[in-house]
């Protein structure tokens, strides 16, 4: 739900800030960005729509998989999935 959703990024906000705080990077890399997107596209609670199915949507944690850069967990280092099928990098 729309709760949900922004107490998620609000967390990610945090755990972002932090990290910076502390002089850790937040971005992850091409490879990690990669493997983490491959996971969730096969994901039972992926959601794709539009016509080519381009748009990839989070059922769980709400986050979108594509389209705007840095709305997608899989792009920070500080993120992992909320059901563990990824862990923070």
Same mark, same amino acid.
């Not at 922004?6 to 967390?11: H, L, R, T």
């Not at 709305?71 to 792009?75: F, I, Q, S």
């Not at 909320?82 to 990824?86: E, S």
């Given at each position: 739900d729309t709760?949900?959703?922004?107490?998620?990024?609000?967390?990610s906000v945090g755990r972002a800030a932090s990290a910076v705080i502390l002089g850790k990077p937040i971005i992850a890399c091409d490879d990690v960005?990669?493997?983490r997107l491959s996971v969730c596209a096969q994901c039972e609670h992926?959601?794709?729509w539009a /016509?080519? &199915?381009t748009f990839m949507r989070c059922t769980k944690c709400g986050? +979108?998989?594509n389209g705007k850069k840095g709305?997608? /967990?899989? &792009?920070y280092l500080?993120?992992?999935c909320?059901?563990?099928? +990824?862990e923070v990098a």
């Open positions: 709760l949900t959703m922004v107490a998620n990024a609000a967390s960005k990669a493997g992926m959601t794709r /016509k080519d &199915e986050c +979108w998989l709305l997608a /967990k899989v &792009e500080t993120e992992k909320p059901l563990n099928k +990824w």
